[in-house]
């Protein structure tokens, strides 16, 4: 069960033949006053995944869920509450070095497997007006950072350390051996 509303996430797993059903519960990351990003990022995931316990149980079917957060220049950079807030987030990448830091649990009656991954990205600075271009396609909404390494930031990337898996949302490539058949 991947236990996320992130259509990211699915996809990803999909593109890695990984069967799934989505199912989530809700949980309030605004709750969360932390600021180490690998501290925020790991207490999300648990927070998700409590909140999916609580509401669904453990079944048989092991359970994913995870939690991404963006960092440059010493900031953590969340979910952008409107355009100005996802300019000014994006006018710190620009130029800059961009940490985005998964956290996943996959959990089963028999073990839980819990992974810590970043993936650090330089980009070139981003171009004004494809900048604007991208605020106004609204497509930086629900996006940690209102990154998308896959998408508006891709053609700025100068270098990668780590797995774009990652980057989207979850460390696929860790992942596939904790799934067995």
Known sequence: ILA?????????????????????????????????????????????????????????????CADTIVTSRGEILRKAKDEDDAKRILKLQSGGVVSIITCMILKSKEREFIDLSSTDYLFDKFDEEKLNEYLKSGEWRGKAGACMVEGFCKEYIKEVRGYESTAMGLCVEKLLPYLGE
Do not use: W
């Not at 996809?11 to 799934?20: A, D």
């Not at 995944?49 to 092991?62: I, N, Q, S, V």
């Open 4 to 64: 996320s509303n992130s259509t990211t996430r699915a996809e990803l797993l999909k593109s890695f033949g990984v069967k799934f059903i989505q199912k989530s519960a809700s949980f309030d990351e605004d709750s969360l006053t932390l600021g180490n990003p690998v501290h925020f990022v790991y207490r999300a995931t648990k927070g998700k995944m409590g909140a999916y316990l609580d509401k669904f149980g453990l079944k048989e079917t092991p359970v994913l």
